[in-house]
């Protein structure tokens, strides 16, 4: 009856939204039917009250298992987590909070320093952990510091949060953090922030790893000023972080930090501006003055981030762009004509491959287009096969940079191939995805993440293009596990190092998934890089696969996808097991 009910609302409020949700089910599609339909009926409040009713405490069982295996011993009880707050006039009953949420700890080898940023105070305290210290003193006292963490007054712990961390500190990594919410006065908890695996990449866009994150002492240079402060923080872990390898890390994918907030700000949380941090000169100082050959500057992108922008040296690769064709003149032609009017970068091929047109129309366009400097047709007769349709393209390339274009896909942003071209040329990174929008300005792809469906999903699909999207991943350059072909560059020389695309196993989908994990299987990392964006009207060209031999090889290539790489079973990296995986648009 619940589900009719909700069903009936969500009809009377968005009855052509309902109607598509109905569609997608109906033609097998769950995963899309569940994005348009699930966001009708629930919010994001409703959704983390109901997670927070089975996770939000520990069961007297679970509170006296964690006390158990501390007195067993197998946990090293010293005070090695050196913790800092720096209180800027904060009233003492938030303060008090903090200093409860730590007293509170199952694992108790911890030290707070508070540094005070104004006037001196005096803190009626008697717990001896908890030290009102000058900078200096912080900066002595590192030297006996195992992890330094960073808190901020108000903010509060799990009562199992430094035990979690405590069991991560046995492996010794360079860096642990954990998920996190909002918490008001009234303790009532909010926005929910599940963060992804270590990403480099997303942390330059923004300071994603938030509270609760703990460095190995070590790592912190001894003649560091103001080690206490927030600043201090993330500009070391934009230092630091660039030579943290996919094992130096470890991600606790628990909310075991509860972010203060007079009044709760939702997904802006993560934003740098709303840590205090000047994220411009975070990155001028850290991440472009580290490296003296990269030509790269700073600008403001979309909802007012601070992004770092690598230009291509002078003069540049030449980038071979492949685009597969069967008829379909119009969009074909729509598509290479946007490439060669809209492309600011202008050192590049165009290779259409022409799989067996027919259409007379289409013959002529091809005749035509030929003569054009820039492209070259050439022809691949035979079954639709796309893995080997490109694989072929890529033989016949002159191109040091392979670009993989559906031809249903057209230009928006002119500076779409630089900036592309620009990330591919990074020496750790495997294959750079773009933006891809639908028709009506919805986003069709901002990244792939395996294990969506059992299988893999295009993060944020059907998300409104002006809409921030899950803490603005929509919108920020990050490391994805996988990026779409419809608009794909990589470099050649990886490419070919991977075996390229695979021909008998993923003829048609997937082939582009697999490509991708074989790069990060390699040591490359895959990018989605939201600044060069373009229009992708989605398997225009040759349809769905939703009946007979397409539906019945669909299957085929499905499982073949999920026994090499296991993605009905293990967790996307860069996802967080805590959101669903029936659905896209990052959820619980």
């Known amino acids: 009856m619940r589900l009719l009910y909700l069903w009936i609302r969500a009809a009377l409020w968005h009855p052509i939204r309902s109607g598509t949700a109905l569609f997608w089910l109906l033609c097998g599609k769950r995963l899309r039917a569940a994005n348009r339909f699930s966001v009708l009926i629930e919010d994001e409040r409703y959704r983390y009250e109901k997670w927070l009713q089975k996770h939000a405490r520990l069961s007297e069982g679970e509170r006296r298992e964690i006390r158990d295996e501390i007195a067993a ?21 938030l303060l008090r909070r903090t200093i409860t949420s730590l007293a509170e700890q199952f694992y108790e080898g911890w030290v707070l320093h508070l540094v005070p940023a104004g006037p001196a105070f005096e803190l009626d305290q008697r717990d001896p952990r908890v030290q009102v210290s000058s900078a200096a003193e912080v900066a002595c006292a590192l030297g006996d510091a195992a992890y330094v963490g960073w808190l901020k007054p108000g903010d509060e712990l799990a009562e199992h949060a430094l035990y979690l961390c405590a069991k991560q500190m046995q492996t010794r990594p ?11 006065r009234k303790l009532a908890r909010r926005h929910s922030h599940f963060k992804p695996g270590w990403n480099y990449e997303l942390l330059k866009a923004c300071d994603y790893i938030g509270g609760l994150s703990l460095l190995r002492g070590d790592y912190i240079p001894a003649d560091i000023a103001d080690i206490a402060s927030w600043k201090a923080r993330y500009g070391l872990l934009l230092a630091l972080g660039a030579a943290f390898g996919r094992g130096d890390v470890q991600h606790i994918p628990a909310v075991l ?49 601070i992004r770092a922008r690598f230009s291509v040296p002078s ?98 942003t002119p500076g779409w191939l630089g900036e592309m071209l620009a990330q591919a040329m990074r020496p750790n990174v495997g294959a750079v995805g773009a933006k891809l929008l639908y028709g009506d300005k919805r986003i069709q792809h901002a990244g792939v993440y395996t294990g969506m469906g059992g299988l893999a999903g295009h993060g944020h699909r059907m998300l409104k293009a002006s809409r921030p999207g899950y803490f603005f991943r929509a919108h920020l350059s990050q490391y994805v596990s996988a990026v779409t072909a419809a608009c794909l560059v990589v470099n050649r020389e990886k490419f070919l190092e991977v075996g390229g695309l695979d021909e ?29 964006v373009l229009f992708h009207f989605e398997s225009k060209s040759r349809g769905k696969d939703l009946k007979g031999e397409k539906r019945a090889r669909y299957l085929r290539e499905a499982g073949a996808l999920k026994a090499k790489w296991g993605t009905d079973v293990e967790v996307d990296r860069y996802f967080n097991k805590n959101l669903s995986l029936s659905r896209e648009d990052f959820v619980l």
């Open 73 to 93: 011993g197998s946990l090293d009880i010293v005070p090695i987590v050196l913790l800092c707050a720096v209180p800027h006039n904060t009233p003492v009953p």
């Open 174 to 184: 360079a860096l642990i953090y954990s998920d996190e919410d909002q918490i008001n």
């Open 257 to 305: 930090y509860h972010r203060y907030v007079s009044r709760f700000i939702g997904a802006n949380a993560v934003r740098p501006a709303s840590h205090g941090i000047n994220h411009e000169e975070m990155l001028r100082a850290h991440v472009l003055g580290a490296d003296k050959h990269t030509k790269a500057d700073v600008e403001i992108a979309d909802f007012g981030h």
């Open 315 to 412: 003069p540049g690769p030449l980038v071979s762009l492949i685009i597969p064709t069967r008829d379909m003149h119009r969009l074909t032609r729509n598509c290479v004509t946007s490439i060669l009017q809209k492309s600011e970068y202008r050192n590049f091929e165009i290779l259409i491959v022409n799989n067996d047109s027919r259409q007379p129309r289409m013959l002529r366009y091809l005749q035509n287009i030929n003569t054009h400097e820039n492209v070259r047709v050439i022809d691949y007769p035979g079954p639709f096969n796309y893995s080997a349709i490109n694989n072929f393209a890529v033989g016949e390339a002159k191109g040091d940079y392979i670009g993989l274009i559906n031809n249903d896909t057209e230009v928006i």
């Open 504 to 532: 008998v196993a993923f003829k048609v989908a997937f082939n582009d998934v697999d490509l991708c994990l074989k790069l990060q299987a390699a040591g490359y990392d895959n990018l989605y890089h939201p600044h060069a």
